[in-house]
């Protein structure tokens, strides 16, 4: 059989005619040669051309990309393709690719999740979906790029980015070095600004997180095809999708009738002493229960700045190992970086899983929400003995509607997940 080029009317572009090796010599009236003659006329059709390209990467194991689904095995490109996709601003189609993602190309990876439903922490619109974009194994950011920012938030990975592969694949060619540190170099480039925000100069940073609306589409929280979407595409089990959406059932209407309260609130004095631990890296602690930690907040629902999400209330009981101490973050709203007077802790394993919230139904973006020391309890002795110390009465200068969007949200974006 060979496949030769058709062109000419009612042949679409790029469009190829099949024709089989016959034996007669006589040659055809359309200049066919005689050693083309068509056996069968079921099997004379029209179809795409092949991609030459496509056919290099099937040889060492790559599968055309159509869409990414949870589970599959994909290789980050190299550097030099990367780049050839983005903007004169280190976009694609507004994504940013944050510099902080040049370490992983040429590495594979499996993807987690579609993003096609996950939160607004910056507008607080609920959901949002980012077309052609998947979450990668649990990689994370760090900072390294933006001002140290500690909050490990996950990267949004463009299908354009990558290449699906089998486990048996061939690795792909090496590429020089200086290739990765160019893609930095470029990225880096758009990362950081200046401008005036509460009537100051500071350096306002730009990620991701902060340019969210602008690469993705709103979602209505009462249109089910999101939510279908979300089981149909692998990303949610059948167990938990009727679990979570069995609370659904109930914690909407309650919000649409508001008797779902704006924030989870206590009687605590604003100037209430803060316990502190000195909780380090790697010690086990247990989060109090749900009447301990409302003891602590304030009739504006906080302590010390920072509010106890409803996403939190899973983890009442349960223990956990101190990931990292938080001092500074990117502020997701004014983009600018907030420096915490008190220090927090992210605990390994306790991220958001959008599963109590309707801003967060099924949200994959797993952000770690920062804890106050007083809402946890050392549950070894201390590795390194501290020494005496009083009860801390500060407070953040800024509360944690601002620098912790995620630990606060609004009546029309919180629910009740006891």
Not at 305 to 327: K, P, Q
């Amino acid at each position: 059989m060979l496949v030769a080029p058709v062109d000419g009317a009612g042949a679409r572009a790029g469009s190829v005619l099949t024709l089989h090796r016959g034996s007669s010599p006589a040659e055809r009236p359309d200049g066919v040669p005689a050693t083309l003659t068509l056996l069968h006329a079921t099997e004379v059709r029209l179809r795409k051309t092949p991609d030459r390209a496509a056919y290099g990467l099937a040889a060492r194991g790559v599968m055309p990309v159509s869409e990414l689904h949870r589970g599959d095995l994909v290789e980050v490109k190299s550097p030099a393709e990367i780049l050839a996709t983005l903007d004169g601003g280190g976009d694609l189609e507004g994504l940013p690719f944050m510099p902080e993602m040049a370490a992983y190309c040429g590495r594979r990876f499996k993807v987690r999740a579609r993003a096609d439903k996950v939160c607004d922490t910056v507008s607080f619109t609920g959901s949002r979906r980012i077309p052609s974009v998947v979450l990668l194994d649990d990689l994370r950011c760090d900072g390294c790029a933006h001002g140290g920012c500690q909050s490990e938030c996950r990267f949004f990975w463009k299908e354009a980015w990558l290449e699906k592969v089998s486990p048996d694949a061939a690795a792909r060619p090496r590429f020089p070095e200086s290739d990765r540190a160019l893609l930095f170099e470029r990225t880096a480039r758009h990362v950081s600004s200046t401008g005036q925000v509460d009537g100051k100069e500071q350096i306002l940073y730009r990620c991701q997180g902060t340019e969210v609306a602008n690469y993705s589409q709103h979602l209505r929280t009462f249109d089910p095809r999101p939510y279908v979407r979300e089981l149909a595409s692998g990303d949610v089990s059948l167990t938990r999708f009727l679990r979570v959406m069995a609370k659904a059932a109930v914690i909407e209407p309650k919000r649409k009738l508001g008797l779902v309260p704006d924030v989870l609130t206590g009687n605590a004095g604003r100037s209430n002493s803060v316990e502190a631990l000195d909780l380090q890296v790697g010690e086990l602690v247990r989060v109090k229960s749900r009447e301990e930690i409302i003891k602590t907040l304030t009739p504006k629902g906080t302590t010390s700045g920072l509010r106890f999400d409803h996403e939190m209330f899973a983890y009442c009981g349960r223990s956990f190992r101190v990931r990292a101490r938080i001092r500074r973050c990117i502020h997701e709203v004014k983009r600018v970086m907030v420096e915490l007077k008190t220090e927090a802790v992210i605990l390994e394993g306790a991220a958001c899983e959008g599963d109590c919230n309707p801003a967060r139904w099924f949200c994959p973006r797993g952000i770690y929400p920062f804890w106050r020391e007083c809402w946890l309890e050392r549950m070894e002795p201390p590795r390194v003995a501290a020494g005496p110390r009083p009860p801390r009465v500060q407070r953040d200068s800024v509360q944690a509607s601002e620098h912790r969007p995620m630990l606060s949200l609004s009546a029309q974006e919180s629910g009740d997940c006891s």
